[in-house]
T-cell receptor, first 115, second 117 residues
Framework: DTEVTQTPKHLVMGMTNKKSLKCEQHMGHRAMYWYKQKAKKPPELMFVYSYEKLSINESVPSRFSPECPNSSLLNLHLHALQPEDSALYLC??????????????FGPGTRLTVT | AQKITQTQPGMFVQEKEAVTLDCTYDTSDPSYGLFWYKQPSSGEMIFLIYQGSYDQQNATEGRYSLNFQKARKSANLVISASQLGDSAMYFCAMRDGGGGSQGNLIFGKGTKLSVKP
């Protein structure tokens, strides 16, 4: 099973709201990723978790707060977002380590609209 | 610095014909991996094929094959017998194999493939 699930599929939120995106995988992967993708652009890496610890934060604004409660789950907490944060948010997972062959498996994404 | 270049913003192909999507890369790391992903309009990134820098043979996965020319630093995706369901955005990506690397993928800008009936 190479499935990564994400909920919700669509989310509309106001700039004062607090919401969370959820991601789950059961492939035993210990690396999990959040990407942001604007229309007609490639995905941009936001965060990387390795063994449930945040290892990379690509200078993401603090209104995005990641959390990895266990090895299967990854959350992205959203607060006081701006309209320009509207995008497709993709979660991915992979095996850890320096091997270049470890492909990332992506979830279906959450389409976020900030009004 | 690592870089992936996809020079074809859009491509058209007739159903049942083969098509080649171009990808060139740049890295100073001798160990790296090259990946192709398909992204339909639904949004999910679907892993298609992988080629390692030390692999002697070109990778193949069903109708997908990778034309790997290491000296030219190119990793073109060949889709044989195109189907209407192949219409999607295709991304080439690279990951280095450096010690301690988190395995971050670097993506090209993508090529939008449209298959005509």
């Amino acid at each position: 099973d190479t499935e990564v699930t994400q909920t919700p599929k669509h989310l509309v939120m106001g700039m004062t709201n607090k919401k969370s995106l959820k991601c789950e995988q059961h492939m035993g992967h210990r690396a999990m990723y959040w990407y942001k993708q604007k229309a007609k652009k490639p995905p941009e890496l936001m965060f990387v978790y390795s063994y449930e610890k945040l290892s990379i934060n690509e200078s993401v604004p603090s209104r995005f707060s990641p959390e990895c409660p266990n090895s299967s789950l990854l959350n992205l907490h959203l607060h006081a977002l701006q309209p320009e944060d509207s995008a497709l948010y993709l979660c991915a997972s992979s095996r850890t380590g320096g091997r270049s062959s470890y492909e990332q498996y992506f979830g279906p994404g959450t389409r976020l609209t900030v009004t | 610095a690592q870089k992936i270049t996809q020079t074809q913003p859009g491509m058209f192909v007739q159903e049942k014909e083969a098509v080649t999507l171009d990808c060139t890369y740049d890295t100073s790391d001798p160990s790296y991996g090259l990946f192709w992903y398909k992204q339909p309009s639904s949004g999910e990134m679907i892993f298609l094929i992988y080629q390692g820098s030390y692999d002697q043979q070109n990778a193949t996965e069903g109708r997908y094959s990778l034309n790997f020319q290491k000296a030219r630093k190119s990793a073109n995706l060949v889709i044989s017998a195109s189907q209407l369901g192949d219409s999607a955005m295709y991304f080439c990506a690279m990951r280095d194999g450096g010690g301690g690397s988190q395995g971050n993928l670097i993506f090209g800008k993508g090529t939008k493939l449209s298959v005509k009936p």
